[in-house]
């Protein structure tokens, strides 16, 4: 079964740094392209950032936020720079096989498997 595990949510002041991991099974993250999205409550769940052959990023976070990968560790990090109390949500991490067709990065529905989330809250 494929699992996508994310960690390294927590309380942080604004102006901290977090850094998100998405541990992987099942999926190798070097050969999908992978996204995170966050929801705050009451609120849809957006795109924050994507990685396929290159990263792209939500105008909301960039030059704040990194996408990266560990092939190693087969682990999908989000690094996350100058938080603000906006950036308070849930983030999920998500993946999508690459089966050759062209796709939105940033699409919600375009991803076939997410985890279960980790909780950023930034006070002010």
């Known amino acids: 079964q494929v699992q996508l595990v994310e960690s390294g949510g927590g309380l942080v002041q604004a102006g901290d740094s977090l850094r998100l991991s998405c541990a992987a099974s099942g999926r190798t993250v070097s050969r999908d392209a992978m996204g995170w999205f966050r929801q705050a409550p009451g609120k849809e769940r957006e795109f924050v950032a994507g990685?396929?052959?290159?990263?792209y990023y939500a105008d909301s976070v960039k030059g704040r936020f990194t996408i990266s990968r560990d092939n190693a560790k087969n682990t999908v990090y989000l690094s996350m720079n100058s938080l603000k109390p906006e950036d308070t949500a849930v983030y999920y991490c998500?993946?999508?096989?690459?089966?050759?067709?062209?796709?939105?990065?940033?699409?919600?529905?375009?991803?076939?498997?997410w985890g279960q989330g980790t909780q950023v809250t930034v006070s002010s």
């Open positions: 990685i396929r052959w290159s990263t």
């Open positions: 998500a993946d999508k096989p690459h089966d050759g067709r062209s796709f939105a990065l940033s699409r919600v529905n375009e991803y076939d498997y």
